[in-house]
């Protein structure tokens, strides 16, 4: 009979239950359920709970984070910056969905226990903190800056409005990582398939009329894997919490690729 066991690591264990104080004074009270995890630790992740006193907390899940850190554990690690949506640091899985702690208020989650975990699909570096190492590297591969071969102007390269009205829904992207961790054709190759977040900054580039290098763009994703393994499950667009359409983006990459043959 064959025999199967999990991974190391891969077990998930009830972990510390840090209640308040005093409940019955506490106002309203929320609990996080943690994804807990110290490599250097040997033991296997864990789930830690934490009750927080929404009364004496700020509006968004990040708040509740750094109150943890602050006053309860801080021994926590996750990534944060901005605050603001801008940096796309704090991007993890909140309650089954992946979105940035700063820009999730906590009275938009659902009632009861909310849990907080990594990115999913991602090696852990340690507790909320994904190792982006692989989506960097696909990101180098677009070539992410103009690229021009007309004589360098005296002053900026102009742009007319209509083709600056080209590249809204693609520039506003944080690189957060949200729909590409989403997304189950990258979760089966993210060695190959460069993903929605990386598609969509490469038609950031491919549809800047100031690039003159939209042809060898289109020839570095004319692969079977890097931009065809979208099947257009679209949890990418439903997932990206800047709002913007990934799939679209997607979608015109491979329309030019047919218009040029």
């Excluded at 989506?135 to 103009?146: M, V």
């Excluded at 913007?244 to 030019?256: E, G, H, T």
């Amino acid at each position: 009979m064959a025999e199967f066991t999990l991974p190391a690591n891969s077990k998930v264990e009830k972990g510390h239950h840090w209640r308040l104080d005093e409940p019955g004074a506490a106002g309203r009270c929320k609990s996080f359920e943690v994804y807990r995890w110290d490599p250097a630790s040997g033991r296997n992740p864990r789930l830690d709970t934490f009750d927080i006193d929404l009364d004496d907390c700020g509006p968004m899940v990040l708040d509740a984070l750094l109150k943890i850190v602050d006053e309860i554990d801080p021994s926590l690690a996750f990534r944060r910056s901005c605050r603001e949506g801008v940096c796309g640091s704090c991007s993890m899985n909140i309650d089954g969905v992946n979105t940035l702690a700063c820009l999730q208020p906590i009275d938009g989650l659902r009632g009861g226990k909310s849990r907080v975990a990594p990115l999913p699909h991602m090696h852990v570096l340690r507790d909320l903190i994904p190792d982006l190492t692989g989506l960097y590297a696909q990101y180098e591969l677009i070539e992410p800056w103009l690229k021009n071969d007309q004589p360098v102007p005296d002053r900026e390269r102009r742009q007319s409005p209509a083709d600056a009205a080209k590249l809204n829904g693609l520039y506003e992207c944080v690189l957060c990582f949200c729909c590409s961790t989403s997304c189950p054709s990258y979760w089966w190759n993210p060695d190959k398939y460069l993903g929605p977040a990386i598609l969509l900054q490469a038609e950031r580039w491919i549809a800047d009329s100031r690039d003159t290098h939209a042809g060898e763009r289109l020839d570095q994703l004319d692969d079977p894997f890097r931009l065809y393994r979208c099947h257009t499950i679209m949890n990418c667009t439903k997932t990206c919490p800047k709002k913007l359409n990934p799939s679209r983006a997607i979608n015109a990459i491979k329309q030019q690729m047919l218009e040029r043959g």
